[in-house]
Structure formats: structure tokens, C-alpha cells
């Protein structure tokens, strides 16, 4: 591969660009993979961190994930109504409230993950195993570039010890 030396890319071919294509159509192909699961990628997202950590705050799914408040909030209401999360007081702070994967959320958690766990294979297939390591390694350079270390996720206020 060849490194371009020859004055500036055309914007369709430079790599903000063409990093934002990709993005679209890994999104596109990724949500029409679970449509039938009536989740968004970002809501799937948001389960999944739930599933992993355990209840979290909007808040906190926010601070976390660099989303904004109100795109976790529009999304975790979506996730209420089909019945994936229940909302619920935090037992010490009660302004705070946790959300909470049901049985159904973590059904649909996992059917989620095995559609994007055979996305993410077909995309390495289509790269090879080099080329899919460095894209990664060169994506989270670019990341961490930009937005800094990601942040420790978890509950700002942690859930009283229960034995």
C-alpha cells in the first residue's frame, strides 16, 4: 500500500470522509441485522452495558459512553416501553433512578450480540486478520486522540452491600 504524497486528497477520498461512510454503512448493515428485535444500535448498545455492569443511571450511561443525557433518556424510555429495562428508585439515593434489565432485555441482549458477533466476522473476513487488527489498533488511536482515555463506567452513587 502506498502512502499518498501528492498535495491534498479529494475531500471524498480523504479519511474523515471516508471514515464517515463506513460508519453509515457498518450502522446501516448492523441495524438492519436486528431490526426484528425492535431495537436501534444504540439502544442495543445501552442493553449491553446494562447486561455487562448491572443497573446503571442515565447519568451514568452518559458520562460513561459519551452520550448525551438526552439521546440515553430517549432511548431508555424506548427500552422501558418494549419491556427490555424496568426503572426503579436507587435504595439509598432515590432521586436517582437505576435502570434494570428484565429476563426479556437479556433475552434480547444476547440474540443482539450473536447478530453483531457475525457482523463483526464477516467484516474481518472481508479486511483479513491483519489488516482487521490494524484498523482497530489505528480506530482507538484515533479515538483516544480526540475524546481521551475512555472513563470508568459504573454507578456514581454504588448500590449499598447486601449479605
Do not use: C
Amino acid at each position: 500500500m502506498s502512502m499518498h504524497t501528492e498535495g491534498p486528497r479529494p475531500w471524498q477520498e480523504g479519511l474523515p470522509f471516508l471514515l464517515w461512510r463506513a460508519q453509515l454503512a457498518v450502522h446501516r448493515s448492523l441495524q438492519d441485522s436486528i431490526t426484528d428485535l425492535g431495537v436501534t444500535m444504540t439502544q442495543l448498545g445501552l442493553a449491553v452495558h446494562l447486561f455487562e455492569l448491572g443497573p446503571l443511571s442515565a447519568s451514568d450511561l452518559s458520562r460513561g459512553y459519551r452520550i448525551t443525557p438526552q439521546s440515553v433518556t430517549t432511548n431508555l424510555t424506548q427500552l422501558e416501553r418494549i419491556e427490555w429495562i424496568t426503572r426503579r428508585p436507587h435504595p439509598v439515593h432515590g432521586r436517582i433512578v437505576l435502570n434494570i434489565l428484565t429476563d426479556a432485555g437479556r433475552a434480547g441482549v444476547t440474540a443482539g450480540r450473536t447478530r453483531i458477533a457475525d457482523a463483526t466476522r464477516e467484516l474481518e473476513a472481508l479486511l483479513g486478520a491483519a489488516d482487521a487488527d490494524t484498523v482497530v489498533a489505528s480506530l482507538k488511536k484515533i479515538m483516544v486522540s480526540i475524546d481521551g482515555e475512555d472513563p470508568k463506567v459504573g454507578l456514581l452513587w454504588p448500590l449499598p452491600e447486601t449479605r
